[in-house]
């Protein structure tokens, strides 16, 4: 057995590789699971472990700084990131290995074999040179290199914490389950997962055209048992990279749009409705204007009425919306005005 510790501050990506681990690695046993690099440091300390998977992007501390309280790294390393920008080809130089987010099984499996099979324990020397080509490759593109237009879909399962809670066996069900269809179904569409956080994803596709049909294929196929109460919010916009990050206002209006949904809900913003309500294929009614949080202009919500989908009631919805005046304090300003 392959002694490890996987150090992730997303929750969400450590109890997805830990299903992947347990379904195509079971040499490997998970000795801890940490969501800061101080936790992490801690377990690397008192399990004494062979492999760490190590997420590159976490707060106060990264993967990197981690590491570098190390003279000598006494595990192997496999890093785990949803940004492709660090350098990968310097990593793998340095007999270091690297997943990329949402982790490909198979990618999985032949990284774990050949730690298995060499047990390269990275030196001090091979971690300088990583160290150097990070500074060397890792430089910021111009803005225009990386900005792009994009039908972006936020997925989410309604009620996973309670489903984890309540019944860990089914919960994981469904998240391998939502996992499997998410891949296939955006490969399908031309689409890319561009963050995979078990529980929910981030997409994004070149048409919106595509983006519906693929939203809708998912909740279809999702609607057969073991069901998944996943809820889908679409918007139009310009996304960009910037330190290893996913931008753009249309990232946080798609996100917000979707926190309004219940399960086998797809809604979508106004400029998603102008590009597809000409097809034919596409039934769309209008929810209504909604005021989000961060978000400066109200937001008119549609919602896809395709048969099978659910359409929900504005009284029932929710999410991230801006508060809204207590009726005392409105009752109190308007006294004072007429005072």
């Not at 492999?51 to 570098?68: A, K, Q, R, S």
Request: net charge negative.
């Amino acid at each position: 057995m392959i002694k490890a510790i996987i150090i992730d501050d997303e929750v969400h990506c450590v109890d997805t590789l830990s299903i992947l681990l347990q379904d195509y690695c079971p040499e490997v046993e998970v000795m801890d699971k940490c969501h800061s690099a101080k936790r992490g440091l801690d377990a690397i300390e008192k399990f004494k472990p062979e492999l760490v998977f190590l997420d590159i992007e976490m707060p106060i501390m990264n993967g990197f700084e981690l590491l570098e309280q190390f003279k000598q790294i006494p595990f192997s390393v496999i890093f785990t990131t949803s940004y492709d920008q660090y350098a990968i080809k310097a990593i793998r130089f340095s007999a270091l290995d690297y997943l990329l987010k949402p982790i490909d099984p198979k990618e999985l499996i032949a990284a774990v074999h050949k730690i298995q099979a060499q047990r390269p324990i990275p030196s001090t020397e091979q971690f300088r040179k990583l160290m150097e080509q990070m500074q060397a490759q890792n430089q910021p593109f111009a803005l225009s290199q990386q900005r792009r237009l994009a039908a972006i879909l936020f997925s989410d399962i309604v009620g996973y914490t309670a489903m984890m809670q309540e019944n860990e066996e089914q919960a994981v069900t469904v998240i391998k389950r939502h996992i499997a269809e998410l891949k296939e179904t955006v490969t399908i569409h031309s689409g890319e997962v561009l963050n995979d956080y078990g529980d929910g994803s981030l997409c994004v596709f070149a048409s919106a055209t595509e983006a519906v049909q693929c939203a809708m294929e998912m909740q279809q196929h999702l609607q057969m048992e073991p069901k998944v109460p996943l809820r889908l919010g679409l918007h139009i916009g310009e996304i960009f990279f910037e330190n290893g990050k996913i931008l753009g206002d249309g990232v946080n209006v798609a996100s917000r749009i979707q926190s309004l949904g219940q399960g086998n809900t797809i809604l979508f913003s106004g400029e998603i409705h102008d590009k597809i309500k000409n097809n034919p294929k596409f039934k769309s009614v209008s929810l209504g204007l909604y005021e989000f949080k961060n978000v400066g202009k109200p937001i008119e919500v549609f919602a896809l009425a395709n048969e099978g989908l659910v359409v929900p009631l504005r009284k029932n919805m929710e999410g991230k919306l801006k508060k809204k005046k207590s009726n005392w304090l409105s009752f109190l300003i308007g006294s004072q005005e007429k005072g």
